[in-house]
């Protein structure tokens, strides 16, 4: 099968992005060799200057699009500071693209106590060893601080870190994108308003 006839006519007819969202991913699920829910992460510093990063989807719903960090991290910082994210699946194996951008909310702290405890005993500990994003003198000092917070929590549950979050992308605008022969790819644009609103599809020159 060609990467064409991979468009189906759900792409072009679907009136809700995040159903389709959610078919692409599930068809990403089925082809990706590593993370298809591997995401770019685009944020801004208070001097307006952009960063960007991988981060991994932990979850998606109307409410939006749901990802996990330090809040003392840099990404943290700038998504408290700038309250706005955006989002850029690309997925190789399918030669389609998603993007997703709106603005951002903390969430519930049941919403993050639940998911840091699925998180492998290692990942909890980890959370709790590394003071992401800030200058690290060596490799020892991480693998220290390691082996002091696995000592503290050996038995027992390991509590979520007060500093340690998930935050919610709450789109106003989200745009599938296809490949096609020539550079003449498909591309159709799901907007709104507010986080709120109605979305309006819009079919875009690509």
């Known amino acids: 099968?060609?990467?064409?006839?991979?468009?189906?006519?759900?792409?072009t007819e679907a009136e809700h992005p995040v159903e389709l969202f959610d078919s692409w991913l599930k068809d990403a699920q089925a082809s990706e060799i590593n993370d298809p829910n591997a995401v770019a992460l685009a944020t801004v510093d208070a001097d307006g200057m952009p960063n960007v990063r991988m981060v991994l989807l932990k979850g998606f719903d109307t409410n939006g699009f749901v990802?996990?960090?330090?809040?003392?991290?840099?990404?943290?910082?700038?998504?408290?500071?700038?309250?706005?994210?955006?989002m850029c699946f690309h997925w190789k194996s399918l030669r389609r693209q998603v993007r997703i951008r709106g603005p951002i909310e903390v969430v519930t702290d049941a919403e993050a106590d639940e998911y840091f405890a699925s998180r492998p005993r290692g990942s909890r500990i980890g959370a709790?060893?590394?003071?992401?994003?800030?200058?690290?003198?060596?490799?020892?000092?991480?693998?220290?601080?390691?082996?002091?917070?696995?000592?503290?929590?050996?038995?027992?549950?390991?509590?979520?870190?007060?500093y340690w979050s998930g935050f919610r992308i709450r789109p106003v605008s989200i745009e599938f994108w296809h490949d096609r022969k020539f550079r003449l790819h498909d591309r159709i644009e799901f907007a709104r308003e507010t986080p709120e609103g109605g979305w309006t599809k819009t079919r875009m020159y690509p």
């Open 128 to 162: 709790w060893a590394s003071k992401q994003s800030r200058p690290l003198e060596g490799r020892f000092a991480l693998e220290k601080s390691v082996a002091e917070y696995t000592a503290r929590y050996a038995i027992g549950d390991i509590p979520r870190p007060p």
């Open 67 to 86: 990802f996990y960090t330090n809040c003392e991290s840099r990404k943290g910082q700038e998504l408290l500071g700038q309250k706005k994210a955006a």
């Open 1 to 11: 099968m060609s990467h064409d006839e991979l468009t189906s006519g759900d792409f």
